[in-house]
């Protein structure tokens, strides 16, 4: 079981980039979804999360340019990001909920580099 994450890249400052998780096959029950980043020598941060396909919640610092959203059908979850700046550069992980007790599984990551 494991999830697998892309969109990542180079944009300027301004841009969008769209990122994608999607959790392999053998996960069921997902109870939450949600993106996380981290830059060097700071804690990993929530950026946004998403519960019962619907129920979401942002950072402060996002609200307003990025969009999360789910595809309960292919077990995904994905990251709209609009109004890129460069505070925003970082690698941003996917994080998975599932399971009863829960179970908690993490992506391995990808850059996010916004150029001013």
């Known amino acids: 079981v494991q999830l697998e994450e892309s969109g990542g890249g180079l944009v300027q400052s301004g841009g969008s980039l769209r990122l994608s998780c999607t959790a392999s096959?053998?996960?069921?029950?997902?109870?939450?979804m949600a993106w996380y980043r981290q830059t060097p020598g700071k804690q990993r941060e929530l950026v946004a999360a998403?519960?019962?396909?619907?129920?979401?919640n942002y950072a402060d610092s996002v609200k307003g340019r990025f969009t999360i959203s789910a595809d309960g059908a292919e077990n995904s979850v994905y990251l709209q990001m609009n109004s890129l700046e460069p505070e925003d550069t970082a690698v941003y992980y996917c994080?998975?909920?599932?399971?009863?007790?829960?179970?908690?599984?993490w992506g391995q990551g990808t850059q996010v580099t916004v150029s001013s």
């Open positions: 994080k998975v909920i599932y399971g009863v007790p829960s179970i908690i599984l």
């Open positions: 096959s053998g996960i069921s029950t997902i109870t939450s």
């Open positions: 998403i519960a019962g396909g619907h129920s979401t």
